[in-house]
């Protein structure tokens, strides 16, 4: 059973990728004339302004800030790769400190001379090193169970299942998952998981997956507009006591060619109505 449409824009906010060719500033200014809430940061909007100016600008603005993406890659061939990834990581966490975002969203990573175990235990590994920094800093690493079509580069993590077992192996309660539909909503197993989940759900992301999709990177869609169930996940989610904002990330090479003050528009409209 789905839940009631969503009256208001209360747990709305977006991510800067889905307004790509939008500065920090810009992104700001649009989403709070939008009616959004809350924001999203990923780094490459953060080095734009600089991390300071960007904390001075998000201190004077309404928007809250929900989290920072992406941090994660920590299986490689070598061990100086995987000490390059960690310390990668590092510079992300006090990224986060200084915007204010209390979730790092990882992306995992996986390294296609190995098997998807040995990346997952180098996952396991990286985030168990960077937890007492994450701690004193105050952020959860959220892990992002990707696509399992991403599974030869981006991450070993494709199903909410794995991030599940590997928060068990892990064992902190720093380590949280952030549950994107446009990855999940395929799986057999996501409402039982999701229950299995709780409270380490600390991020939820939401767009839709286009029918038939042209790029399986750059070619999501605005919710209502493809064919995942969003509602329902969502349901599933808030059945767990979630009651977090609802981000929305859409990666576009079509939206970000578009006016993206008329873009942000219609997914204002889709999040009242088909989210």
């Known amino acids: 059973m789905s839940p009631e449409p969503i009256s208001d824009l209360s747990k709305l906010a977006v991510h800067t990728i889905t307004t790509k060719p939008w500065s920090l500033r810009e992104a ?27 904390a001075r600008m998000l201190a004077d603005s309404p928007l809250e800030v929900v989290g920072l993406a992406r941090g994660g890659f ?21 990224m986060a400190r200084a915007v204010g975002a209390p979730v790092l969203v990882l992306v995992c990573g996986a390294w296609p001379g190995q098997s998807l175990e040995e990346s997952r235990r180098q996952i396991a590994e990286g985030i168990a090193t960077l937890l007492p920094q994450a701690a004193e800093a105050g952020v959860t690493l959220a892990i992002e169970p990707l696509h399992p079509m991403y599974a030869d580069t981006r991450s070993a993590v494709v199903t909410m299942g794995q991030a599940n077992d590997l928060i068990d192996a892990i064992g902190d309660e720093r380590v949280g998952i952030a549950l994107d539909v446009y990855h999940t909503w395929w799986d057999d197993r996501l409402e039982a998981e999701i229950k299995r989940a709780g409270k380490r759900i600390r991020a939820f992301h939401i767009c839709d997956w286009r029918v038939p999709t042209r790029d399986f990177l750059t070619d999501r869609t605005i919710m209502g507009e493809g064919c995942i169930d969003i509602p329902r996940i969502r349901g599933w989610v808030e059945a767990t006591g979630f009651n977090g904002y609802h981000e929305v990330e859409i990666f576009s090479e079509e939206f970000w060619a578009m006016d993206q003050g008329e873009y942000l528009k219609r997914i204002v409209e889709a999040y009242r109505e088909k989210a």
């Open 28 to 54: 700001l200014e649009g989403y709070a004339a939008a009616g959004v809430r809350g924001i999203t940061l990923w780094r490459d909007a953060i080095e734009g302004a600089g991390t300071d100016e960007a």
């Open 74 to 94: 920590f299986p490689a061939g070598t061990e100086s790769e995987r000490q390059a990834a960690i310390d990668d990581n590092r510079v992300l966490i006090d």
